[in-house]
């Protein structure tokens, strides 16, 4: 607020005339102590000046003679005021680790001084769909065949919980046709495989590659329809939120 920073006792009688002795604005602080008797001419977004215990509205005062302001009403202690730590406190746990970050999260860390947060970034997810009567919607359905659903409900469900669905198609059952989608699943931490099969075709959805490297490395898992989720691994990674360089740091492994 715009007015003057004063004592509370030297206004406890209105009108009261002050002593105008300094002026203080947003990143201009006075470096004085206010005495009985004055005031100190405030600006919204100052640092309150030493010995002032109370702000009075411009609205609420009338300048006078040589340097001096009459205050017509009363402002008690602490009025229009904001103590120093009222939006955290040393030693406060602000933001946990886990959670997903916001646009709020960022400009809470950005007032706390802090311009680099470690994060991990969006856990990539391969889709793959498989069987020969898998079809897509408004593709011509024959006798026999189905349409592909689970796909797009496994993309949607990976996006809504923070993820990044990446679609590879839909793979026909031969080793051929596996092999060629799930090669372009290089870079994400999981695949997801949807479809009902038998033994022979899950032997063929392991055999991803001739080498070792080629291989995703993962484990089964065993449910029902004998599907398969292979996992690979993430990095930690450090965002930038403010002007200043980053510093040194090793990147973290996640998962393996």
Same mark, same amino acid.
Request: hydrophobic letters at 50%; a negative charge; proline letters at 5%.
């Given at each position: 607020m715009d007015g003057y920073a004063v004592r509370s006792a030297d206004i406890a009688c209105v009108p009261a005339t002050l002593r105008v002795v300094a002026q203080s604005a947003a990143g201009h602080p006075v470096d004085i102590r206010i005495e009985p008797g004055?005031?100190?001419?405030?600006?919204?977004?100052?640092?309150?000046?030493? =010995?002032?215990?109370?702000?009075?509205?411009?609205?609420?005062?009338? +300048?006078g003679p040589e340097q001096t302001v009459t205050v017509c009403a009363f402002s008690p202690v602490d009025r229009h005021i904001r103590p120093a730590g009222l939006d955290f406190k040393v030693g406060e746990a602000l933001l946990r680790a886990g959670r997903?970050? +916001?646009?709020r999260d960022i400009?809470?860390?950005?007032?706390?001084?802090?311009?680099?947060?470690?994060?991990?970034?969006?856990?990539?997810?391969?889709?793959?769909?498989?069987?020969?009567? !898998?079809?897509?919607? =408004?593709? +011509?359905i024959g006798p026999g065949d189905l349409i592909g659903s689970n796909g797009f409900a496994l993309s949607a469900f990976v996006e809504s919980h923070g993820g990044v669905a990446i679609d590879?198609? !839909?793979?026909?059952?031969?080793?051929?046709?596996?092999?060629?989608?799930?090669?372009a699943v290089r870079g994400a931490e999981l695949l997801l495989t949807s479809g009902g099969v038998s033994a022979r075709l899950l032997e063929g959805r392991g055999a991803t590659g001739k080498t070792a490297d080629e291989r995703i490395p993962g484990w089964r898992a065993g449910d029902r329809s004998a599907r398969q989720s292979r996992l690979g691994h993430g990095r930690c990674h450090s965002v930038r939120i403010a002007g200043v360089e980053r510093p040194a740091r090793a990147t973290s492994r996640i998962g393996s």
């Open positions: 004055e005031a100190v001419r405030i600006f919204t977004g100052a640092l309150v000046p030493a =010995g002032a215990d109370t702000i009075v509205l411009q609205e609420d005062t009338q +300048t997903c970050l +916001t646009f400009a809470l860390a950005a007032a706390m001084n802090v311009s680099w947060l470690p994060v991990v970034r969006r856990p990539q997810v391969a889709i793959l769909s498989t069987g020969d009567e !898998i079809r897509l919607p =408004g593709e +011509t590879l198609g !839909i793979a026909r059952d031969e080793r051929a046709s596996l092999r060629t989608l799930v090669s």
